[in-house]
């Protein structure tokens, strides 16, 4: 009886043994897995959506005229997309690179482009729109600008040069060698032996004072049109004096007496309370990389007797060897 007990009880001693080495040798159970950390999505970053990756524009050589190209900007993302548009050349320009966009909205960029001054030939550049904080900057937009050979010398769209036709009065000559223009000029006008500051050649007419009748030539740096003779007129009336608060009255493109050179002519005033007021009168033409400008100015109240005879003198303008 006392074995029997004994063998039970050894039995279950051995039973405990085995189950606590099993339990020993059983590997760990697996960690609980970590949940994964919260990850920035298109939810809740900006994304930079171009409308287009590229722009082909054409010029003529000589061709002074600004083009006008848009690009949209949008944020494909989330948050608020906060960029910055740059380029590195000067013939182009933007009228807002930075800007910001909300999700799903867009901001328009308007591109100005200038061939003026630029030789026939291909130019490129990149606009590049990028912004810190979202998924996909920067991005790029292509420019392309092909500028095709002028007209030969002379001819312009099949139609040939002309003579410039003699003025109708007896008239004096002013011929620039540097620039290779000639402009004739009434005999009565006074030439002064030192122009204008900014001018190459400027005189009085005999009968006038100095401040009712002007007539003067400028060779400027190439700009769009607008701007350089807006600055033009700008200095001849701080040489005066006056105020430059200058309104455009009229403005026009038009071609040279001799049928074929394409010019600019720009009619401003500027009406002050303080001082005299003026109008002044600017014709321009764009030669490679250059202005010439013929330019006028008169007391407000005399322009409308000198305006002809200004527009007479600017007829003469000519370039002979181009």
Known sequence: MI?????????????????????????PAAAPAT?????????TMPKISLDTSTLALTFTEGDTKTQTKTLYVMNDGGGVLIYATRKSVDWM????????????????????????GL?????????????????????????????TPAPAS???????????????????????????????YPKDYQVSQTPMVGTVFSAIAAQSTASSNDIMVAVKP????????????KEILRLRGAKANLKVITQEDITLADGVTPASEILYESKVLSTAS??????????????????????????????????????????PDQ
Request: charged share 25%; glycine share 4%.
């Open 154 to 184: 002379g001819q312009e769209a099949g139609i040939d040069k002309k003579p410039v036709p003699p003025p109708p009065w007896e008239y004096n000559e002013y011929k620039n060698d540097n620039y290779n223009f000639v402009i004739k």
């Open 278 to 319: 003026h109008k002044i009168y600017i014709r321009g033409v764009n030669k490679k990389n250059r202005w010439v400008f013929f330019g006028a100015v008169s007391l407000l109240s005399d322009t409308e007797d000198h305006l002809p005879l200004w527009k007479q003198i600017a007829d003469t303008l000519e370039f």
């Open 3 to 27: 074995a029997r007990r004994c063998t039970a009880w050894h039995f279950l001693l051995t039973a405990v043994l085995l189950i606590a080495v099993v339990a020993c040798e059983a590997p």
């Open 93 to 116: 320009w933007l009228n807002e690179p930075d800007g910001a966009c909300e999700k799903g909205y867009s901001k328009k960029v308007e591109i100005f482009v200038s061939a003026a």
């Open 119 to 147: 030789a026939a030939g291909t130019y490129k550049d990149s606009l590049t729109v990028s912004a810190q904080r979202a998924s996909n900057t920067p991005q790029t937009v292509q420019v392309t600008v092909t500028v």
């Open 222 to 233: 190439r700009y769009d049109f607008k701007s350089s003779a807006e600055e033009w007129a």
């Open 35 to 43: 949940p994964p950390a919260a990850s920035q999505t298109d939810d």
